[in-house]
């Protein structure tokens, strides 16, 4: 009888062995995994001191290649004469690609033209506010998420930039969406700061994305979301910039301010006349810079 059970047991026990030791490393990979979480939410644990540390490392290193991606950046992502002056602005950009290059460029950084006494926040996805560190790449990249009173607190001292037609607006072409859009309008009518429009000829042609199944894009619709895969002519060009200027730069337009009088509450009637002005000058100023007819949807 004891040599019957005497294998099957010398097997439990390794396997018990094993299940123990999985279970172990589990818990203690779970455990590391959530202190490691929790660090970093109380800003125990930063990147961005490293990040300036590598930042200046390769700069030291390879000052002639930094240089000339910020040239090349500069002569890809142009900005046509405005005579907007100082003041605080909601700049309304149009059209969203599957990257926002003309934004990201003209506000996160000070490689382009943009003018500086129009300083100004840029708005993000809010949801990537809870990835890990994202609070330090939200400073650094000069950005704030794209929640109600994070961008009314902005506009207490500057202006706020945004992409009102949200990501899936990359999966259409001439089209802004705008007509479910009411917070940005109820927040200028609150906060009395006026509208611009801003136009970035060429944003589409550099982000071009793979047509996939109709029927997983609609999915996400109710999310305001989309699945974006870049084709592989637009990786190129978005990594040629290392060595090269786009052949066709990529010029931004800012259009004229829509002046906007301040209502502490404003009502449905309010936000949607503000909504169809908006409208309007907008689609004035696609057909006048673009030749085209813009579609709202």
Known sequence: MLDFIFPYSYVALWLGLVIGMGITIGCIGLFSAFLVIFCISLGMI???????????????????????????????????????????????WHP???FASSLYFHIATSWTNWPRHLKSKGVVFSNLQWLPFMGEVFDTSNAI?????????????????????????????DTAILEKRRGIFKLALETGTPLVPVLSKGETEISRV?????????????YDACIPIPTWKTLMKIVGLLYNPLKDPVYTVIGEPIEVQKVDEPSEQQILDLKQKYIESLKQMY????GKDLKII
């Open 96 to 98: 969203h690609g599957i």
């Open 46 to 92: 930063r990147i961005k001191p490293l990040f300036s540390f590598l930042d200046k490392t390769f700069r030291s290193l390879y000052p002639e290649f930094f240089s000339r991606i910020e040239e090349n950046i500069k002569d890809s992502f142009k900005i046509q004469p405005t005579n907007l002056g100082e003041g605080k602005y909601i700049f309304m």
């Open 145 to 173: 998420p794209s929640d109600y009173h994070p961008m009314k607190a902005a506009l207490e001292n500057e202006s706020i930039s945004l992409c009102p037609g949200g990501m899936r607006e990359m999966l259409y072409e």
């Open 287 to 290: 057909k006048k810079e673009m």
């Open 210 to 222: 793979i047509q996939i199944p109709d029927w997983i894009q609609k999915s996400l619709k109710a």
